[in-house]
């Protein structure tokens, strides 16, 4: 009777381990700004990601019958709904990631508590504290200090100019730190910035800049403001009397829609650099873009094609950490992560030693209306 | 480059006037700092951008963003400074519910526009460019320059030399004895709140077409300047505030084109410590009394 027993107890058991593995169902918490201030990066963002999902699930890849599910939720550039947001996912084991907040202080605050309940985040943002906050932050775009040389590189390697004016925003942190880091290349390679015009975010009135610009001596003229201004400030130029043929220059700011459609015939010929090159650089990124097309009816844009990355990466990292993944195992593979496919910069996404992202920046012109590659 | 820069600063200058004269005048007037005379300039040039985008030529559309405006500051006036004056609260209160009002005036741009910097359609107003002496002044800038002027004419006619002007000054100077004379002091206030927010509302249409920007938060700086311009000139002098513009305007631009960066605020500010220090009442504060606008 033992004997039979464990016999059947036996043939069970093996039944059990012949029999294929059950379906898993990875969650992800997509937290992004979907109102306030910074809605127009995480709406696209959000479009991307779950677009990228909607992808991966249909094409399997991540094994047969695995598939991700996509929480999505509002930061609303808020700090407590944020961090409630993050602490509740956080409290459901079956959620193995964030991808979030947008941007800002709402970032590092959402970093400090994923530190503290040990759960993967990925931000939007590239601010550098994100990764200082600790182990289980990361952050989703590339940090200046990682952008600037290739914008500094280009000035200086293909347009061999050196001496450049500086106009940027002299009351918002970001800007200039992006500046000082332009002007610094230029120093660097033998180079100077012959002037450096502060202006304000609520500004609007650039004649005196213009007209002294005018009549000064300059190689190439940097703008480092938002996309609008920026257009606006080109347009001044170009009206103050600025020589057509001084390159200008700006960069991943001016790469928006609203650049070209702001400065039409003004913003010709300038300069920027960009995550994605709108279009797609590849076979993936036209094919990126028509599946969006498709899907929202309108052309996917750079913070839509950031994110259709961020998934592809997380979705890369829960793969690797194999089957049953858990957060500790998706954190592991994420300081792993190398040559992801995804359709921003050069097209292969890793994160460095110090979890900076890099999949590299596209130089872009505009060229009869369009973002197109710089030669 | 210097009288290029004389240009463009004049050309601040007079926009910044168009601006300041409407403050000052209800500040003369009714002794009242509207602090929401920015946000009826932004309504100014968001009511004729609209207007435009909606295929209303832009003349038609500079003349709705005017009235518009000069609409909104009457409603400002009934609904937040009369009842207020009827209780005998018109100045602290008043800034206080001016403060509220631009608030809100600023809340609904923002979320009309969805926080985006707007710009008239290309080809709105041509751009011309006319060059004379190795200068370059364009078509807008003389435009900006000519209705300037001719606003500024027609309302220093309208207060000297017509009956409304006379019974501005008179409610300027004493409202009681003003009322026993059977001037409608009521009638006063609304037209000095419609004429100060159409001068805001036409300089805002002017910003917005001259320097390709309109937005929720383009009054601010506006109203900062405005403050420096009516101290410098003296609270509610016309002419003090027509002069200190174009002080501001060419400053301003002389110190972006030959000083080190960031230095044009300091100088205007210390200019404005400077004259509060030795000129309290601001350097046209008599001028502006005999002018009529100011009260005793």
């Known amino acids: 009777m033992n004997l039979k027993k464990t016999i059947l107890a036996a043939v069970s058991l093996a039944a059990l381990m012949a029999a294929p593995a059950k379906a898993a169902e990875y969650t992800v918490l997509v937290l992004q700004s979907l109102t306030g201030p910074a809605a127009f990066i995480g709406t696209g963002v959000k479009d991307g990601m779950v677009l990228a999902a909607e992808e991966i699930n249909a094409k399997k890849e991540l094994g047969d019958g695995n598939s991700l599910k996509v929480v999505v939720a509002d930061d609303a550039s808020d700090r407590t709904q944020t961090l409630s947001l993050i602490t509740r996912q956080a409290s459901d084991p079956s959620v193995l990631a964030v991808l979030g907040p947008t941007s800002g202080s709402v970032a590092l605050a959402g970093a400090n508590i994923a530190n503290e309940l040990k759960i993967p985040l990925i931000t939007t943002t590239n601010i550098m504290d994100v990764l200082k906050n600790g182990p289980w932050s990361f952050i989703l775009t590339q940090p200046a200090s990682v952008t600037i040389p290739y914008i500094g590189k280009y000035t200086v390697d293909s347009l061999k100019v050196k001496n450049c004016a500086i106009i940027g925003l002299k009351d918002n942190e970001s800007y200039v730190t992006l500046q000082k880091m332009y002007e610094d290349y230029l120093v660097a390679n033998g180079g100077k910035a012959t002037s450096n015009e502060g202006i304000k975010v609520t500004d609007s009135d650039f004649s005196a800049i213009a007209t002294k610009l005018a009549d000064s001596k300059q190689d190439c003229i940097f703008v480092s403001a938002p996309a609008p201004q920026a257009a606006n400030i080109i347009t001044q130029l170009r009206q103050g009397g600025v020589d057509p043929k001084t390159p200008i220059l700006g960069h991943s700011s001016l790469a928006s829609p609203e650049f070209i459609s702001k400065g039409g015939k003004a913003v010709e010929g300038v300069y920027l650099i960009g995550d994605w090159l709108p279009g797609g650089a590849d076979d993936f990124g036209k094919a990126f873009d028509a599946a969006f097309k498709a899907k929202h009816n309108a052309p996917a844009d750079n913070w839509s094609a950031v994110g259709y990355g961020g998934m592809r990466v997380i979705a890369a990292a829960i793969k690797a950490a194999g089957p049953n993944p858990t957060r500790d195992g998706v954190r592991d593979a994420l300081t792993k992560v190398k040559d992801v496919k995804v359709v921003v910069g050069q097209g292969l996404y890793s994160f460095d030693a110090e979890r900076i992202p890099r999949p590299g920046m596209n130089v872009l012109m505009v060229k009869d209306g369009k973002f197109v590659l710089a030669k | ?296």
Do not use: C
């Open chain 2, 1 to 296: 480059m210097i009288a290029q820069q004389l240009i463009n600063g004049l050309v601040s200058g007079a926009v910044y006037a168009l601006f300041a004269l409407g403050f000052t005048l209800v500040f003369g007037v009714q002794k009242l700092l509207n602090l929401a005379h920015g946000g009826v300039f932004m309504a100014g040039a968001f009511i004729a951008y609209y207007a435009v985008v909606s295929g209303v030529p832009f003349w038609a559309a500079a003349i709705l963003g005017t009235l518009g405006a000069g609409l909104i500051s009457v409603l400002i006036e009934i609904v937040a400074f009369r009842p207020l004056r009827a209780r005998g609260q018109a100045e602290f209160a008043a800034i206080v519910a001016s403060i509220g009002v631009d608030l809100i005036l600023v809340s609904i741009a923002q979320r009309v526009s969805d926080t985006k910097v707007l710009k008239f359609p290309f080809g709105t107003f041509p751009i011309e460019f006319y060059r004379f002496w190795g200068l370059r002044i364009s078509l807008l800038q003389i435009m900006i320059l000519a209705i300037v002027a001719v606003l500024l004419a027609a309302l220093v006619f309208y207060l000297k030399k017509t009956t409304f002007g006379r019974q501005v000054r008179a409610v300027a100077i004493n409202e009681k004895a003003a009322a026993l004379l059977g001037v409608n002091a009521k009638a006063v206030y609304f037209q000095t709140f419609f004429i100060s927010g159409a001068l805001a509302g036409i300089a805002g249409v002017l910003i917005g077409l001259s320097f390709n920007s309109i937005q929720f938060l383009m009054g601010e700086p506006y109203m900062l300047r405005a403050f420096v311009v009516v101290v410098i000139g003296g609270l509610g002098s016309i002419p003090g505030a027509v002069f200190a513009s174009l002080m501001l305007g060419v400053m301003q631009t002389l110190s972006v084109a030959y000083l080190p960066n960031g230095v044009s605020e300091m100088i205007i500010f210390a200019l404005l410590f400077v004259v509060l220090l030795f000129w309290p009442n601001g350097l046209f504060g008599g001028a502006g009394l005999s002018a009529g606008v100011g009260r005793r």
